[in-house]
């Protein structure tokens, strides 16, 4: 259960966030930015116990996701990372460590490209810079394929929309919107990664949406990246892989602090 959870008016949306933890005075507070048509829960729920100990969490939920309504307005990375550098600014937040999961990964990716002033330490977990990045069977969905979605997990991401969406109603319009967004145009070149200032870890499954070569391409082009390519793990199970990724995690993110 969150520590709090709040509204903020920012750019035209109610968007919902939730905290956890509290500061000890030695780490920046940490921002979760979930995954596509995910909630703070089915992102992070298995991580957020630990992450929370001795560190503040602020973690929103993206236009349209979870319990933040919709608007007309396009979902773009530029938009989300709008929304989120607004909700920092509105809790007096200068400066964080982000954990981005998928269209999160994206979106965090966006604002060290945008405000790298605003970000400490940079976790992109199943995160891609080009469309070729994603497997073919994922791009042209095949879904036979082990890469993708299980039946069970749609129904648990409608589940979860059905229990907190604003207008639960919209689910199937919400999918097509976050379907075109996610089949959008990156908006980055290689060049672009050649700056990303923040040392970033990039960790995928070595059954994940993401190729694998694609990912050692972005470690490369990073300056101060690392990789990690999670054994027997899907795109939907890795954020669930507590056992690998929060010893991973925390020496990561700890590395300022020590």
Do not use: C
């Amino acid at each position: 259960m969150p520590s709090s959870s709040a509204y903020a008016k920012v750019n035209g949306l109610e968007m919902y966030y939730e905290t956890h933890g509290e500061d000890d005075g030695t780490r920046r507070p940490l921002v979760l930015l979930h995954g596509g048509v995910l909630t703070v829960d089915l992102s992070f729920g298995a991580l957020l116990p630990t992450l929370a100990q001795g560190r503040r969490i602020v973690a929103p939920e993206l236009q349209g996701h979870g319990h933040t309504a919709d608007t007309d307005r396009p979902i773009t990375l530029p938009n989300l990372a709008s929304d989120v550098v607004a909700l920092l600014d509105e809790l007096g937040i200068g400066q964080a460590d982000f954990v981005g999961f998928s269209l999160g990964g994206l979106t965090a990716l966006q604002l060290a490209l945008d405000h790298p002033e605003r970000v400490g330490r940079l976790v992109l977990a199943a995160t891609h810079f080009a469309q070729d990045g994603y497997y073919e069977d994922v791009r042209i969905p095949d879904y036979s394929s082990p890469r993708l979605p299980s039946e069970a997990d749609f129904q648990e991401m409608a589940d979860a929309y059905a229990a907190v969406a604003p207008h639960p109603e919209h689910f199937q319009d919400f999918i097509a919107k976050t379907s075109t967004a996610a089949h959008a145009p990156l908006p980055w070149t290689a060049d672009d990664l050649r700056t990303v200032a923040a040392p970033t870890l990039l960790v995928i499954g070595d059954t994940d949406f993401v190729r694998v070569e694609h990912a050692a391409e972005m470690q490369r082009l990073i300056p101060r990246a690392e990789l990690a390519v999670l054994p027997a793990t899907t795109h939907m199970s890795l954020m669930r892989q507590a056992t690998l990724l929060l010893p991973m995690l925390g020496a990561f993110l700890d590395a300022d602090a020590e």
